[in-house]
């Protein structure tokens, strides 16, 4: 008994230690959440003219109940409660959750589904003439649910609700790499302005 008490101390110091190392070691990395203030930069400036941008992002169509979902869900959090004067960009995104039935039984009912959504996204300026795609990448997200025996209305509910997290999801990660995308550029407009002339 004696020695097992020690060996659980000794895990709890190892434990603690590595928590300790882990938290430091974060702290340096001084990360930024989307939405707080500095997320999108150093300076309050900088952090109003990526919003800025954001808000001139306009979302393309997209078909289907859940297209409409996700393209909700972008609009509101690149509008972030003011709509813009006028639109500068085009973000075309392709959006598709595919079902993936698991826990197969004997009698071949499904007990149990992964939904897997899928959002490859292209962002280009309207007034570009050669219609060049200025970043793009493909948003992924996952979600599951149990199934119902006999209850297809309550089986509904649920997969609608999952439809909503998965758009959520995807239009968050679509939103952090725009900001992403127009911080960056700031920055390297901002060195190219700050320049001392050759």
């Not at 008994?1 to 895990?11: A, H, I, K, S, V």
């Not at 909700?72 to 595919?98: C, H, K, M, W």
Request: with cysteine.
């Amino acid at each position: 008994m004696t020695q097992l008490l020690q060996r659980r101390r000794l895990l709890g110091l190892g434990g603690a230690a590595l928590g300790a190392g882990i938290i430091g070691g974060l702290t340096g990395c001084s990360p930024h959440p989307l939405y707080a203030p500095g997320a999108f930069g150093n300076s309050d400036t900088q952090a109003m003219s990526v919003q800025a941008q954001l808000r001139e992002v306009q979302v393309a169509l997209l078909p289907d109940r859940t297209g409409q979902l996700l393209r909700q869900a972008l609009q509101s959090r690149l509008e972030a409660g003011a709509a813009p004067d006028y639109t500068r960009y085009n973000l075309s995104v392709s959006f598709n959750i595919a079902q993936i039935g698991l826990g197969i039984q004997s009698d071949s009912t499904i007990t149990y589904i992964r939904f897997i959504a899928t959002a490859p996204w292209s962002l280009t300026e309207q007034d570009s003439p050669t219609n060049q795609i200025l970043v793009s990448n493909t948003a992924q997200a996952a979600d599951s649910i149990n199934t119902f025996d006999n209850a297809p209305f309550g089986q509904e509910l649920e997969t609608n609700t999952v439809e909503a997290r998965l758009a959520d999801a995807i239009a968050d990660q679509i939103v952090i790499r725009l900001a992403h995308y127009f911080t960056v550029s700031g920055r390297k407009l901002e060195q190219g302005h700050n320049k001392a002339p050759a």
